[in-house]
């Protein structure tokens, strides 16, 4: 059962436009929501996180909206640049064992055509 | 400084080999972790190291064994691997934010086995 679930496997989108990525997840346990970004064949890169006591944060172009009563997050990039074409993974962190894991969604790759 | 070191950057092994990955990282994170990701798919969990002790093993066949020297190494050292173990490997590490933990992720070793 995935618990966490970018429904949409990719997005294009114009330069200077706006880029929204979704994620909804079905454990109401998760308290703590990051998006990653990545590139082929290289790690992920921590992009912006949110916390479940909080609706919005906010790091300068990314903004990340968290809805705790549909389950739902969302990622705002805005402007778009080209350079921000990847693939970009929504996880909810959950503890176990006393550490700290990730579940990440599917992913969704962003075209930010010029 | 968010900087997790993974070496080699490329592993071609045959499945006979005995092999380690080694990874790396200075900024006192005392939760560690090892992923592998097949491409087009999200980074799957393999070992969570708490404080230097294995604290999740996500039922990873014994050919993969992790090693946690000290605070700052992770190691995962290979043996009679088999073609479909040919992955990216990711390695972790996390902080303590307000809400919860941030991982941040290392480039990677390429791994094909042969």
């Known amino acids: 059962d995935q618990q966490v679930k970018q429904n949409s496997p990719s997005l294009s989108v114009q330069e200077g436009r706006i880029s929204i990525l979704n994620c909804d997840y079905t454990n109401s346990m998760f308290d703590y929501f990051l998006w990653y970004k990545k590139y082929p064949a290289e790690g992920p890169t921590f992009l912006i996180s949110?916390?479940?006591?909080?609706d919005k944060n906010e790091d300068g172009r990314f903004t990340v909206f968290l809805n705790k009563s549909a389950k739902h997050l969302s990622l705002h990039i805005v402007p778009s640049q080209p350079g921000d074409s990847a693939v970009y993974f929504c996880?909810?962190?959950?503890?176990?064992?006393?550490?700290?894991?990730?579940?990440f969604g599917k992913g969704t790759k962003l075209t930010v055509n010029p | 400084d968010t900087e997790v070191t993974q070496t080699p950057k490329h592993l071609v092994m045959g499945m006979t080999n005995k092999k380690s990955l080694k990874c790396e990282q200075h900024?006192?994170?005392?939760?560690m972790y090892w992923y592998k990701q097949k491409a087009k798919k999200p980074p799957e969990l393999m070992f969570v190291y708490s404080y230097e002790k294995l604290s999740i093993n996500e039922s990873v066949p014994s050919r993969f064994s992790p090693e946690c020297p000290n605070s700052s190494l992770l190691n995962l050292h290979l043996h009679a691997l088999q073609p479909e173990d040919s992955a990216l490997y990711l390695c972790?590490?996390?902080?303590?934010?307000?809400?919860?933990?941030?991982?941040?992720f290392g480039p990677g070793t390429r791994l094909t086995v042969t």
């Open positions: 996880a909810a962190s959950v503890e176990e064992g006393g550490s700290e894991k990730l579940v």
């Open positions: 972790a590490s996390s902080r303590l934010r307000t809400g919860g933990y941030e991982q941040y």
């Open positions: 949110i916390s479940s006591i909080k």
């Open positions: 900024m006192g994170h005392r939760a």
